[in-house]
């Protein structure tokens, strides 16, 4: 052993017989000294747990942190922050027996990585790694949570333990507990030796595996100074586990304390399969892929034919479809064609009349492409030359020298009063495009006034002379005068039409033609 490792060696025994490593503050649920406790399941047989990747379900439990599984490099346990010790504890029991730990210790000041083996009395067997000590492991153990100080022991690691993985062993029987760094021994516990077998760990344990910082600032200051010094969070640590190969040397389904001695002798193995190897065995929930490679060659054909069924009916289908968009769009092109055609001749018509179809036509009609010319109830009378409505049939005479009655193209009502019929109330409220309020006369009853002069030949009608009278006076209607119109008809316009009274025909009145 060189120089270094003896003075390394001998301040760590030093420094253990002043202070109290964390780990032999274990804690347990149940302290079978004290009370009455349940089973601990038992591992039952021996197994290899390779972590790159997830262990067996029900295996081992995660707490306080994270741990990320690599095929390449296994376990990793990585502190980053305050407050994170991520640690893998089994939920099974094995007793008496051997693990085998291949692992890599983390660096850092304060930090500790380590291999527990703890029991419900606080029996104990530790492997640990000081992150300030990239050349010696410590190993340590306790009985039924009784601490002393000159049970630490430390080993030099060749190639180091924070550099490459190591195998740490321990082997456990009633009698002996040896320790191994890759299969060569270092360090013996006889049970007649630790307290006269009192210190002696003897009852069934769990493994746990796992870090923690030592170094913490909230650590009692004599654990900060065992672990190396305060841990700065500045940067994270990371222990690696690739395997751990745990050898339960008993059999049985758990193991129970029969009563309160913690002694070996005192605990009953019960017969039985292990809940442990039940899970161990169980089998992963298959990927589909694996699920497919399982099947048979007939099913797979089956499946494989209706595959190709189900794809050829869809291929039928969007065929289908498509051919039925592809008509059904050839149709409307068809019709925005003849819409188009329709639409264009009708725009030659306009220009060879000399007509804007974007705007009202002066004739009442407005333009439809479907239907062509269409009268509307837009009319509008006749107006002064340069107007909107065209021009009229001759100058238009605002003095009436032309002979023609002087027609203003609206008049206000106070110029028009109303008018009541012979014998009736009031005047009636004002009729549809009106320029006054007039009621009809009574079939039967006397004419009251004469009847105009005659009008102007041009036409002062509020509807074009070729299109039917919409909304106002009804047109020229053939036959006798039959229901009630809406106005009633001028003078002259149908055999045996009465005449309706009219007011203010002549150059002072608003109508220059029958209404």
Not at 470 to 491: C, E, T, V
Request: proline content about 9%.
């Amino acid at each position: 052993m060189s120089p270094q490792s003896y003075l390394v060696l001998a301040s760590g025994l030093l420094m253990s017989v002043f202070v109290s490593p964390v780990s032999g503050q274990l804690y347990t649920d149940c302290n079978p000294l004290n009370a009455t406790c349940a089973p601990d399941p038992a591992l039952g047989t021996t197994h290899t747990f390779n972590f790159n990747a997830t262990p067996p379900t029900g295996t081992f439990n995660t707490t306080a942190g994270t741990v990320d599984y690599n095929s390449d490099t296994g376990a990793a346990f990585t502190i980053s922050k305050r407050g994170e010790s991520p640690t893998l504890i089994s939920n099974f029991y094995f007793f008496f027996g051997r693990t085998e730990v291949h692992m890599k210790a983390a660096p850092g000041t304060g930090i500790i990585s380590s291999i527990v083996w703890s029991s419900d009395v606080l029996d104990e067997v530790d492997w640990e790694f000081l992150g300030g000590n990239n050349t010696h492991a410590s190993t340590n153990y306790f009985g039924k949570g009784q601490q002393d100080f000159h049970n630490a022991d430390y080993h030099p690691v060749d190639g180091g333990v924070q550099d490459d993985y190591h195998n740490y062993t321990s082997v456990w029987n009633k009698d002996t507990l040896d320790w191994y760094i890759d299969t060569k021994l270092v360090r013996t516990l006889h049970a007649k030796d630790a307290n006269n077998s009192m210190s002696f760990p003897q009852t069934p344990m769990k493994l746990s595996l796992g870090i923690w910082a030592g170094g913490d600032p909230d650590q009692p200051k004599g654990t900060i100074e065992w672990a190396g010094g305060v841990t700065d969070y500045s940067k994270p640590y990371t222990m690696y586990v690739k395997s751990a190969h745990v050898a339960d040397a008993s059999t049985g389904k758990d193991y129970t304390y029969g009563d309160h001695s913690g002694s070996w002798e005192s605990i009953k193995i019960a017969s039985g399969n292990s809940t442990a190897v039940e899970n161990i065995n169980r089998q992963p929930e298959k990927s589909l892929s694996e699920k497919w490679d399982d099947l048979p060659s007939s099913t797979k054909t089956g499946v494989y034919a209706a595959a190709g069924g189900v794809g050829a009916l869809l291929f039928i289908g969007l065929i289908f479809y498509y051919l039925k968009q592809r008509k059904r769009g050839k149709q409307e092109a068809a019709l925005a064609a003849q819409r188009q055609e329709q639409e264009r001749v009708e725009l030659e018509r306009f220009k060879k009349e000399g007509r804007n179809p974007d705007a009202l036509d002066f004739d009442g009609t407005e333009y439809n492409p479907k239907g062509g010319m269409e009268t509307t109830t837009y009319a509008v009378s006749d107006s002064p030359p340069g107007s909107s409505a065209g021009p009229p049939e001759k100058a238009w005479d605002p003095t009436g020298s032309g002979g023609a009655a002087a027609v203003p193209l609206l008049r206000n009502n106070t110029m028009s009063p109303p008018l009541a019929s012979p014998g009736h109330g009031p005047a009636g409220p004002l009729r549809n495009n009106s320029l006054a309020s007039v009621r009809s006369q009574s079939p039967g009853m006397p004419l009251q006034f004469q009847p105009p002069a005659p009008s102007s030949p041009v036409n002062r009608s509020f509807s074009p002379s070729n299109a039917s009278m919409r909304m106002g006076s009804p047109g020229p209607q053939a036959g006798p005068y039959g229901a009630p119109r809406i106005n009633s008809p001028a003078p002259g316009r149908g055999p045996g039409s009465p005449v309706s009274p009219q007011y203010g025909y002549g150059p002072s009145s608003g109508y220059g033609g029958a209404r």
